[in-house]
Antibody
């Protein structure tokens, strides 16, 4: 069973770049599509984007100019970079996997909270 | 962008009752691309249903899904205490992937 664990700085300042890592254990990083999803406090879920092992990315247009994702297969890490952060980016960030050929999310990490600090 | 509108926002029921949760898509959507999730406080969402009506691994058969046109339904036949949570629908028929705003299933 694949296990996902997100990690990140916790606090970010205005205009900084948010960098998060999703560490993978118990399975191959090559067998899935990789996704980032976030959830502001008391709010719904927002899909940020997806990456395949081949390097193909698909980002949510609402963030497209600020978001990038990468996969490090040797370290079994999936990363998110979000530039020019603001208070609107305060949320819990989840990584999640989709089976190849499908676009639902069948395994999720526990999430890592990111808070905006002025 | 496909907008998913869930109703009701909150549903108050008792254990043993049947729950019916709705998710309406703003445009035509293949059955293959609609999923449902359950989320409890402080936890990540849990996949319940894929492709409108197929239960994910380990999901009890009291959970079922169906569709009529652009209206998708999650039904819980007999509520157990652990079923009280927030439920989200999600579409992947077109990019960006979107979620409904959620239905909170409360204990009456």
């Amino acid at each position: 069973q694949v296990h996902l664990q997100e990690s990140g700085p916790g606090l970010v300042k205005p205009s900084e770049t948010l960098a998060l890592i999703c560490s993978v254990s118990g399975g191959s990083i090559n067998s899935f599509y990789w996704n980032w999803i976030r959830q502001a406090a008391g709010k719904g879920l927002e899909w940020l984007g997806q990456m395949s092992v081949s390097g193909t990315t698909n980002y949510n247009p609402s963030l497209k100019s600020r978001v990038s994702m990468s996969l490090d297969t040797s370290k079994k890490h999936f990363s998110l970079n979000l530039t020019s952060v603001s208070a609107a980016d305060t949320a819990i960030y989840f990584c999640a996997i989709s089976p190849l050929g499908y676009y639902h999310f069948d395994v999720w990490g526990q999430g890592t909270p990111v808070t905006f600090s002025s | 962008e496909v907008v998913l509108t869930q109703s009701p926002d909150t549903l108050s029921l008792s254990p043993g009752e049947r729950a019916t949760l709705s998710c309406r898509a703003s445009q035509s959507l293949s059955s293959s691309y609609l999923a449902w999730y359950q989320q409890k406080p402080g936890q990540a969402p849990r996949l319940l249903i894929v492709s409108t009506s197929t239960r994910a691994s380990g999901i009890p058969d009291r959970f079922s899904g169906s569709r009529s046109g652009t209206d998708f339904t999650l039904s819980i036949s007999r509520l157990e205490p652990e079923d009280f949570a927030v439920y989200y629908c999600q579409q992947s028929g077109s990019s960006p992937i979107t979620f409904g705003q959620g239905t909170r299933l409360d204990l009456k």
